[in-house]
C-alpha cells in the first residue's frame, strides 16, 4: 500500500465520468466535493509537512496505560469517555478542522486479551478515518512488544507508529518496529516523541517531535495574580518557540512537533499552545484534557464552541501554511552544538535570547561555513569550546571582517580574565570572550544584548512583558513577518514595534479579527507600527 | 543653618518643647523651636471616578481654585517629575502601571495640554528610570504609552531620563539651604537646574518604607542612579546604571561616587525607615516642587508596586494639587485615611518617621490641616481609607 499522506502516496479518489447519468444536475455538487477532496488531497500529499496532528488516545489499552501511569481519571464519566473514544461518532469533530493526522493509542504491552481488543477497535476506526483521508499513526507506550506492535500496524493499515515515552531499547526498539512492518512488506513511518536533547542528537524520522516542551503560559507560583519574575523583572514565561527554531534549524525541512499535554487549561490556553508553536514554524499536537474529550463526546455546546476556537486558530495558521517557509529575519547568529555536554545551557541560551526579544538565528555546528555566516553581524559561539582549528579561523576571519564574535576562554591569551569576559579588538571586528566555558545564559544574553547594542538588533519592541515574539523574513528580506504571542490571561495595549529597513505597508493579521492595515511611522532606522490590542495572537506582515 | 549631631541636654528639652507644640519630635534638624511656623499651602482636592472622564476640565478647575497657573507657567520652562516607579513590566496582572503605581498617562497629557494653554514654553517631562539609562521616551512606550499623544498636548514636550547625565553636559549641584539631614547637597541631572518651574505628578499609594509615597516622596526619583545606584562608579558616575539605590540610599552599605558630596553622619541608622525619609526631605528641600499633582483615581494600596507583597488595587476616585507639598502630602495622607502628623511607629508610619513631619521640620510646609486652605471636595467626602482596603474590610 502507498503511503498515505506520503510524497508516494496516491489517494483514493474514484474516477467520475461525464457520461454518468444525472451528471448535469450533479455537476455543481461534484465540483464541491472534488474541490474538498482535492483539498484534503493535496494537504496529505505532501507528506508529513503537511500533517496537523492531534493525540486522539482511547480504547481499552489506553485505560490500562493510564492506569498504570496513575493519570487515569477519577470520575467515571470521564473514563468511559476514554474507553469508548473509538465510535465513529468522534470522527466527525474532525470535520471543520484542518487536523488530517490522528495519533492513536495502539500498544502498551497489556495482556493479550486487551490488547486483542484495542487492535480490532482501533482498525476499525482506521477504515473509516482512511474513508475521510485522514491519516493515523499508533502510539506504542513503553512495554509494547515491537515485533507484535509493528505486525499488527501493518495489518490494520496504519500510517506509521510513533514511540510515545521512555524505551529502554531507546532507537533499537524503533529498528525492531520497522523490521516487523518491513516483514509484512509495509514502509510506514516510525518516529519517537521524545527529548528535544534527543533530537539535537540525532534527530531521525521524518518528524522531530518534542516531548518535553513546556505548557506555554506565563507561570504563577503564589496566590492571586502575582507571577514569578525573572532577573529582568519581565514575568516568567514557558514557551517553545526556542524549541521549534533550534530543531528547524537541523530539521532540512522536516516537521517539529510538539507533544505536550495540557494541565486543566482553560479555553484560551488551547488557543496559546497553538499559536506557541506555530509562530515559530512548528506544529502542536493538539491534545485534550479528559474534561474538554468527555464534554465534545458528550456534544456540549459550550465545549463544542471551545473545539471550534481551537479550530479557527489551526486554520488560520494552516491557511497561512507559507509562513512557516519564512527564515529567521536577525542580525544576531547563536552557533548551536545541542548534542554537546551542555545542551541544557544551550536551550536557556536561546530561550532568554528569545525573552529578550532579540532576533536570532541558529547555525548548526555542523552546518557552520562562511556561507552560513552571510548576512550576520554577530555571532555567538560559546557552544563551541573548544572551536576546531577550522572554526576558529571561520569566526577569526568573520571578526577581522567587522564582526563580533562572542565566544569561550579558549579564545583567551595570556592570563585569565577577572572580569565575566573581555573584549578585544580583532582586525575591524571584536572578540567578547568569556572567563568561564559555560557563562550564565541570563549574563550572557544581557551581556550581547549591550554589546550589540538594542538599535542595532532590527527590531525593537515595547510593552511586551508577557508576549513574546518571532521575527521572519522571505529571502529577498522584502516580506517580513513579526509574529506576536500574548501569554498572559489579559490582552495587551499600545504594543510598538521599531523595525528597521523600508517598508511600505504593514498588514495585521489575527485568528480572530478580520485583516487590517496598520499605520506605518518613520524612524530614523526604518517605521514604526503601533498593535493597538493583542488579545492572544497576531502577525504584521511588511512589505 | 548647621546640623546639630550631639544635642545637649537643654537643646534636648527645648526641642522636645518644640516637639509638644508642634507635634513633632525630631532633633537634627537643628533649632526647630526657633523656627517660624511652616508655610500653609492651598489645595485641592476634586472627586474623579474613571480617567475616561473629562481631565483637562477637572485638572483645569483645581489649578483655578489653588490660584492658577498662568503667572506660574507663562513663558517658562516647566519641569515635571513623574512618578513611574519600577520596571514598566512588572505589573498587577492585568492592570495597566498608570492604573495601579505609575501616573496615568491620560493625567499626564492633560496637565501638559493646561501648561501649554496657560503659556509654558516647554514642558519637561522627567523619571529616574530604574536601573536604565535609555532614553525616558522608550520607557514609556515600555508601559503602553501613547507618546504622540503625549507630544501633541502642548506646544513643545520634550523628555529626560534623569537617571544619568542625559542631555545634560554635567550634573547640577543643589544644596540643601537647611544644611541636610542627611546630605548637604547632591548632584542631579540638568534638567532639575535647568527649568523655571517645577512640579511633581504623584500616586496617592502607600509605601514599605516611607509608609506613603506622595508628591514629597516621589522626589526620591530625582536622584541619578549613575552616583547613588548599587553599582554607581566608586569615583565617578557611572553612566549605564543598572541598578536601584537600595546601597546607597536605603541601607547606607555604600556611599555616592566620590565626586558627588558624601553623606554628613555615616554614623547614624542604617535602617530604611530612618534614612529614607530624611534623603526625601534633603532632596526636596534641594529642588524645591512648586507644583503638586497627585493621582489617587485609581492606585494601590500595601506598597508602592508590585514587588510588594500584598499590595493591590484601589479605586480611591480623587485627585489632589497643592501649591506647597507638604500640605499637599498632609492633605493627601489625610484622604487616604491617615492622621499626617502621625508619629513613627503609628500607620502608616509603622517602621519609619514621619517624612512631612520631617519637612515641616525644616519649614518647607505645615502639615497642621487647620491651617491648610483646602478647597473644592472636602477631605471627608474624599475620604479612601487605605488600612481598611489593605487589610479587605473596606
Known sequence: ?543 | MQINRHPTRRQWLCGSAAAVAGGLSFGRAGSLFAAPPAPAGVVSIAKCPSYDENLVAELGAMFDQIGGIATLVGGKTVTIKLNLTGSPSLRYGAYAPGVTHYVHPKLVGACCHLLGRAGARRIRLVESCWASADALEEYMLDAGWNLKALESAAPLVEFENTNALGQGKRYSRLKVPHGGYMYPAFDLNHAYEDTDVFMTMAKLKNHATCGVTLSLKNSFGTSPASIYGDDAGSEEPNESPRSGRGLVFHNGKRGPARCSPQELHPDTPRHGGYRVPRIVVDLVAARPIDLQIIDGIESVVGGEGPWIRGSKYVRPGVLIVGANPVSTDAVGAAVMGYDPRADRGTPPFRDCDNTMKLAEAVGIGTTDLARIDVRGVSIKDALCDYEAHWRGKA
Not at chain 1, 191 to 208: D, N
Open chain 1, 1 to 543: 500500500m502507498p503511503l498515505r499522506g506520503s510524497p508516494q502516496g496516491g489517494g483514493r479518489l474514484g474516477v467520475i465520468s461525464p457520461f454518468s447519468p444525472g451528471f448535469g444536475v450533479l455537476f455543481p455538487l461534484l465540483i464541491l466535493v472534488f474541490t474538498l477532496m482535492a483539498s484534503a488531497v493535496s494537504a496529505r500529499a505532501a507528506g508529513a509537512e503537511g500533517w496537523v496532528p492531534t493525540r486522539w488516545t482511547g480504547g481499552p489499552v489506553e485505560v490500562f496505560h493510564r492506569s498504570r501511569n496513575k493519570t487515569l481519571p477519577a470520575d467515571p464519566r470521564l473514563r468511559e469517555t476514554v474507553r469508548q473514544w473509538y465510535s465513529p461518532a468522534t470522527l466527525e469533530l474532525l470535520e471543520g478542522t484542518p487536523i488530517n493526522c490522528l495519533l492513536v493509542t495502539w500498544s502498551a504491552g497489556a495482556d493479550p486479551a486487551t490488547e486483542r481488543e484495542q487492535r480490532r477497535v482501533v482498525s476499525n476506526y482506521v477504515r473509516e478515518a482512511h474513508k475521510r483521508e485522514i491519516v493515523v499513526l499508533g502510539l506504542v507506550y513503553p512495554g509494547a512488544e515491537a515485533p507484535a506492535a509493528g505486525r499488527s500496524a501493518a495489518e490494520a493499515e496504519l500510517d506509521g507508529l510513533v514511540m510515545d515515552g521512555d524505551f529502554p531499547a531507546g532507537e533499537r526498539f524503533g529498528e525492531r518496529v520497522r523490521e516487523a512492518l518491513a516483514g509484512k512488506g509495509k514502509a510506514a513511518v516510525v518516529f519517537p516523541i521524545t527529548s528535544l536533547e534527543r533530537l539535537w542528537r540525532e534527530g531521525q524520522g521524518p518528524v522531530l517531535a518534542v516531548s518535553d516542551s513546556l505548557w506555554p503560559r506565563v507561570r504563577v507560583f503564589s496566590e492571586g495574580s502575582s507571577v514569578t519574575s525573572g532577573p529582568s523583572g519581565d514575568p516568567w514565561i514557558d514557551a517553545n518557540g526556542w524549541r521549534v527554531r533550534s530543531l528547524r534549524a537541523r530539521a532540512g525541512g522536516r516537521p517539529v512537533w510538539l507533544g505536550h499535554k495540557p494541565e486543566k487549561p482553560g479555553p484560551e490556553e488551547y488557543l496559546r499552545a497553538v499559536a506557541d508553536a506555530a509562530l515559530a514554524g512548528g506544529r502542536w499536537i493538539v491534545s485534550l484534557d479528559d474534561e474538554l474529550r468527555a464534554g465534545l463526546y458528550q456534544k456540549q455546546p459550550e465545549v463544542l464552541a471551545t473545539w471550534r476556537r481551537l479550530a479557527a486558530y489551526l486554520n488560520f495558521f494552516e491557511e497561512h501554511a507559507e509562513w512557516r517557509r519564512l527564515s529567521p529575519r536577525a542580525r544576531l547568529a547563536i552557533v548551536l552544538h545541542g548534542a554537546g555536554e551542555n545542551s541544557a545551557l544551550s536551550g536557556e541560551v536561546l530561550n532568554l535570547f528569545s525573552r529578550r526579544h532579540m532576533p536570532y538565528r541558529i547555525i548548526d555546528r555542523r552546518d557552520l561555513s562562511r556561507a552560513a555566516l552571510s548576512g550576520t553581524e554577530t555571532v555567538v559561539a560559546v557552544d563551541l569550546e573548544p572551536p576546531t582549528a577550522a572554526e576558529r579561523q571561520m569566526l577569526a576571519d568573520f571578526a577581522a571582517a567587522g564582526g563580533l564574535v562572542v565566544a569561550g576562554p579558549s579564545w583567551a591569551r595570556g592570563a585569565a580574565a577577572t572580569q565575566a569576559y573581555s573584549v578585544e579588538m580583532a582586525g575591524r571586528g571584536r572578540m567578547a570572550i568569556y572567563s568561564k566555558a559555560i557563562p550564565d545564559p541570563d549574563t550572557l544574553s544581557l551581556d550581547v544584548l549591550r554589546l550589540v547594542g538594542k538599535e542595532k538588533l532590527g527590531l525593537r519592541l515595547y510593552n511586551v512583558s508577557p508576549i513574546l515574539s518571532d521575527f521572519a523574513s522571505d529571502s529577498s528580506g522584502k516580506r517580513v513577518l513579526l509574529g506576536l504571542l500574548n501569554y498572559s490571561e489579559y490582552p495587551v495595549e499600545s504594543v510598538t514595534a521599531r523595525i528597521s529597513g523600508e517598508f511600505r505597508s504593514a498588514r495585521l493579521y489575527s485568528p480572530e479579527a478580520a485583516v487590517s492595515d496598520l499605520p506605518l511611522e518613520k524612524t530614523p532606522q526604518g517605521v514604526e507600527i503601533v498593535i493597538p490590542q493583542l488579545s492572544i495572537c497576531a502577525a504584521v506582515l511588511l512589505e
